[in-house]
């Protein structure tokens, strides 16, 4: 197994390797990279996200160059819900405005199915829009990961 086509943690999971693995996911998805993102899913990932179906990784990073050229300012927090195996469910919710500035917190679920050597080869995600005033948002921490001491969606009650 070559470190370029593993991502630790690996399955089966634990409590613990599955609160990891979720927390890495949240790191870079808020780097806002498509090719570091598209990097820990399988070659030939499938994907369900809101009403689009990207197979592959080339597709996943297109799928992601678009979203966060149209998603500004994203940051997102994600929170393990479950797990079993090779399997994680997590929710998660957003943060992100358009070019006209009109803010949104976008909430949601997905479900993972990793391969052995930890990457992702299948994600389903239902994603929901609430219209947000920019005064409401509760994500204000710099472009990046979320600091470790953010709190998460538990503790501010989303």
């Known amino acids: 197994m070559s470190t370029e086509e593993s991502r630790p943690p690996f ?44 197979v592959g990784r080339e597709e996943i990073k297109v799928f992601l160059t678009r979203k966060w050229a149209r998603e500004l300012d994203y940051r997102l927090i994600k929170e393990l819900w479950a797990f079993a195996g090779n399997r994680i469910a997590v929710r998660f919710a957003y943060e992100w405005h358009d070019d006209a500035g009109n803010w949104f917190r976008s909430y949601g679920n997905e479900n993972w199915e990793f391969d052995q050597n930890g990457l992702m080869q299948r994600r389903f995600a239902s994603i929901n829009d609430l219209p947000i005033k920019e005064i409401d948002r509760k994500y204000r921490w710099p472009q990046g990961p979320r600091p470790a001491d953010h709190p998460g969606l538990s503790d501010l009650g989303l």
Do not use: G
Not at 18 to 40: G, H, L
């Open 11 to 54: 399955p089966p999971f634990t409590n613990e390797t599955a609160i990891e693995k979720v927390r890495k996911a949240e790191d870079a998805w808020n780097t806002r990279d498509p090719e570091r993102v598209a990097s820990a899913y399988t070659i030939d990932s499938r994907w369900r996200n809101r009403s689009e179906f990207p």
